[in-house]
């Protein structure tokens, strides 16, 4: 079974998260896309980031309309930092080693993957699906190669349409009493409403 992997913070989930799931879901015949709302992003420590009931809530809703799409709440149940080589060991653990991993990320997290827990470790127990980013080009993978080895038999290069959302640019909206219609799903953003999120 191929399933994929999809990690953020969702702060909130938006239309491009799930425009990309499923076009990678679709070019890689995956069997169905987790989405893993991080419980704490390391690499956003200093950040003030939304409670991770209502993240868990907002990507339950915005993906409950598709059967390939499933919710994987392994970090925000687990203490402390959130690592994804530790998610994806512990998703191995559970669906057995007949299933095959493929974590989708931006070209912006790739060419900063040198920074993350256990990289080397990490390219080995999956796929790497690397995917467009607003203001981001493919890194040099040779060169990530010297700091990763083996790197670039992992890296799986899809093109796909940039999507010109973000978590950011939502919430400097909703702060400024504009419109976030058709940015997210419509029940991520009636939930937004009812909980006075971002404003």
């Not at 980031?49 to 392994?74: D, G, K, S, W």
């Not at 998610?87 to 993957?113: H, N, P, R, V, W």
């Not at 990763?148 to 992992?154: D, L």
Request: with cysteine; charged share 20%; hydrophobic share 45%.
């Amino acid at each position: 079974m191929n399933i994929g992997v999809l990690g953020g913070t969702f702060d909130p989930i938006h239309m491009g998260h799930l425009i990309i799931a499923e076009q990678v879901r679709l070019m890689l015949q995956l069997s169905k896309v987790l989405f893993v709302p991080a419980g704490q992003p390391w690499l956003k420590v200093n950040h003030v980031i939304t409670a991770q009931n209502h993240r868990v809530e907002m990507v339950r809703r915005a993906i409950a309309a598709n059967p390939y799409f499933e919710l994987c709440t392994l970090e925000v149940e687990r203490p402390g930092p959130s690592y994804t080589v530790d998610t994806m060991m512990m998703l191995q653990k559970q669906l057995g080693a007949q299933t095959s991993f493929f974590f989708i990320l931006g070209y912006d997290s790739l060419s900063e993957l040198h920074l993350w827990k256990e990289p080397t470790w990490l390219a080995q127990i999956c796929r790497l699906v690397a995917v467009p980013r607003p203001g981001s080009s493919l890194p040099d993978l040779k060169s990530l190669q010297l700091r990763i080895p083996g790197i670039t038999s992992s890296v799986i290069q899809l093109e796909l349409p940039i999507i010109e959302i973000s978590s950011s640019q939502i919430r400097k909206s909703l702060a400024q009493g504009l419109s976030i219609r058709y940015l997210v799903p419509d029940e991520v953003e009636k939930y937004i409403a009812e909980h006075k999120l971002y404003s």
